[in-house]
């Protein structure tokens, strides 16, 4: 089996959809990917989709301009296009995500473990994970808000991962 891992920003929110037969979660999105450096830089835009729980969690999770690690497959088909007049056969490529979360190296991300009832149309309920707690000075408890540390470097780089977004229609 292909596997390939990217990572990119989401130039878009991902679009969630159910197909109609088996009623499957689908979600498509495309990621911005950057490549070389100054002058030699450009981007790809990575068309992907992912299905079922995965679809559902990061449509719920993820939005435009999130910088994410996608690991999946490569899938090619074949589709008839007019061009020019002319009757063409075009081997379209995408990506199916097996897997997809935030990258950590720019972002903070609190995981919440997804419970789900036995009726699997029902809305997933989160159950989150206990914020990590300090002692106050009267040796209660109390909850500790995770600390963002931002370099200037980190955030010159996210200006200029903002500013190579694109809101194109893949």
Do not use: I, Q, Y
């Given at each position: 089996m292909n596997s390939?891992?990217?990572?990119?920003n989401l130039t878009r929110d991902p679009k969630l959809s159910y197909s109609q037969g088996n009623n499957t979660a689908i979600a498509r999105f495309s990621v911005a990917v950057n490549e070389g450096q100054g002058d030699n830089e450009k981007t790809h835009f990575v068309s992907v989709t992912a299905f079922g729980t995965l679809a559902e969690n990061l449509?719920?999770?993820?939005?435009?301009g999130t910088r994410v690690l996608v690991?999946?497959?490569l899938d090619t088909y074949s589709k008839a296009v007019e061009i020019?007049?002319?009757?063409?056969?075009?081997?379209?490529?995408?990506f199916i995500a097996s897997a997809v979360g935030p990258d950590l190296r720019w972002s903070v991300?609190?995981?919440?473990?997804?419970?789900?009832?036995?009726?699997?149309?029902?809305?997933?309920?989160?159950?989150?994970?206990?914020?990590?707690?300090e002692e106050s000075e009267e040796g209660e408890e109390v909850a500790k808000p995770a600390a963002r540390k931002t370099t200037s470097a980190a955030k010159s780089r996210a200006k200029v991962s903002a500013s190579t977004d694109e809101d194109d229609d893949f």
């Open positions: 390939v891992s990217f990572v990119g449509c719920h999770s993820l939005n435009r690991v999946g497959r020019d007049g002319e009757e063409k056969n075009l081997t379209m490529t995408n991300a609190k995981v919440a473990k997804v419970e789900r009832d036995a009726d699997e149309e029902a809305k997933p309920a989160v159950k989150s994970a206990p914020a990590p707690a």
